[in-house]
């Protein structure tokens, strides 16, 4: 899966679990919260529709890869590859 | 089919048995219990109580939802044009069953994301909680928000959300690790009150009342008691019901025979009628602005009524049979606390939930406490179905009205009134049209055997 489509991926599940969000202009290398209405608790239901919609899990230790759009698609991508995505 | 064995109120039905299941006469219940022995054991402490200083408490706004209605006005028009609104929904694992949904625009006072990580009852609460705000005319920006109080009443809470997840992990071999983070902030008891708070921004207590479905009146009489105690300066105060989306209570009454089922959806919650069979589950909530008179006065606000008796009892004798005596009890009880005979009393509004024996015994209650006055009798399950929770706070909300334009309207659907549910003046089908009305009588019971009565008064100065 390219990096594109994972970030495509990610603003999906966010549109999902933050309806309110307009996300038609996220810069993808500017952490997401500084953009975006999200909290914690938001992040714990991105981590989870990864793991029910995609069977990706993301350990506690690395939620802080998940902080922009840029680094969702670096770290996820190996994930993805390695689901054979 | 015996009534003795057959499901009654309290929503509560017991299964069909081949054993009839025992009367409370049967069963060696506690005498003595008549009027005389009532008052002898309870006149003193009552006399005490009123000894403390004591104020008036005034219903100054009110908020709702119900499935024929938004607002107070157009819940009234639907009452008095007969208007019901049941309609048959798809039930998970049951199919079709009949059910009164509510239509309210949610996203008026939550976010998307508050609704989508909240409950149904929190935003039904929500929705409640600032139309009775706004109906309240109080300065909102200017209240102290740490001396506002939410008293909400439920029949239960949680069964929803529940359901829900247990239906999600399904999806995945019930792996725990699908499960939602959201689940324990949606079940804890104080659920629906603490999304007001948050949304409100209100810092004063808040929670939710569980009285099975003697909540409403429970809620509205917890929120006059903390106004009493001066703990708050305005309580926000009722019911709600997220129950129809709980497929847990359709199956447990129609596992028990109680579940109405009638080839018109319209037609399906039809308490007093010969052939009722059963409870129409309903969502919906009412919760009202409660303040002292004084203060109600102080700002020149709307007062929509008073609060003037209420009472709460067990019947201390069975998980779903209704008791005719401990509901008569209840009923005297609220009337000697506001100082009233039955006589007072201008409409009565039942709880009759359209379940066979339950409709009888409250019948049997009322025409003892009752008989010989012009008290009028009406029922407002036979429009919405069972808002259970809600169902007392949203059954007062409909009749205040009267106050105003001294109409009573109906309970509708009775194509054959039952012999053992005949009340004088129980208004039928029609609404009718009274000199004067000047007080409500609201009836609720419960599962566990709890009943709950309020009086409100017109108010006069």
Sequence with gaps: MTKEAIQSLILDIISDIAPDEDISNVNPNVPLREQLDLDSMDFLDIVMELRKKHGIEVPESDYPQLASLHSCAEYLQPKFQNTGR | MNKVSQPSDNHGQRPLQNEPIARPEERGRQEPTDVGDLAQTTRT?????FKRPFHRIVITGVGLTAPNGNTLTEFRANLLAGKAAIQRIDMRYMGPVLAGICDFDATRYQ????????TRAGSIAVYCAHEAVKDSQLDWDSVDKSRVGIYVGTTEHGNVETENEIFNISQFNYDTKYWTHHHNPRTV????????????KITGPHYCIGAACAAGNAGLIQGFQMLQLNEVDVAIAGGVSESVRAFGIFAGFKSQGALAEHPDPNKASRPFDRDRNGIVVSEGGCLYILERLEDAQKRGAPILGEIVGYAINSDAFDTVLPYSER???????????AKMQPGDIDIVNTHATSTPQGDTQECIALREVFADTDTCFNNTKSFIGHAMGAAGALELAGNLPSFDDNRVHPTINVENLDPECKLNNLVLNQAIDRPSIRTILNTSFGMLGINSVLIVKKFTP
């Design chain 2, 45 to 49: 402490p009552l006399e005490a109580i």
């Design chain 2, 111 to 118: 976010s998307r994301k508050e609704i989508r990580n909240g």
């Design chain 2, 189 to 200: 008891a104080n659920n629906p009150a603490g999304e007001v708070s948050i949304n409100l």
């Design chain 2, 327 to 337: 509901q008569r009890e209840c009923v005297e009880l609220a009337l000697r606390k």
